[in-house]
């Protein structure tokens, strides 16, 4: 059986799952050292979700959030929880070697990941970080 660890960034102070030692926190990209200590541990992804929202929770709301999280049948689903890390990696999967990305692209990474962010403001957002730069034929290049 695999053991997740709960984890906390002492940058941000979020707490996140992990299965082996962390290298990054996914809220603030910061690098973890490797004394970052362990909050908790789970055997199951669905107690590490728990876990984790347990680590986050303040600590005298916690025991009646523990109630109510282990009594609930429906698992927790966490909305747009997708870093900024995360969409990055997969629009450079999207553009291949060629490095070029088109606005469908982005829309299909935003679809992949069940985003309800606009394409435009990402694609916005990424020229204005220096991310890419825009192309005459309405394509975007990679500069990363």
Known sequence: ??????VRC????????????ARQCPHCGQTLPSSTPIVATADSAAQLRIEVALANT????RDELRKKLEASEEPLVAINSTSPRRLYTLILEQAGKSGIIRRDDVEEVLLK????????DL?????IN???IRRQDGTWQLLE
């Open 58 to 61: 303040p600590e005298e709301i």
């Open 113 to 120: 990941v069940e985003s309800d962010m606009d394409a435009d």
């Open 130 to 132: 220096g991310t890419i």
């Open 123 to 127: 694609l916005d957002q990424l020229e």
């Open 10 to 21: 002492p940058a941000c102070r979020n707490c996140h799952g992990t299965r082996t030692r």
């Open 1 to 6: 059986m695999e053991k997740w660890s709960v």
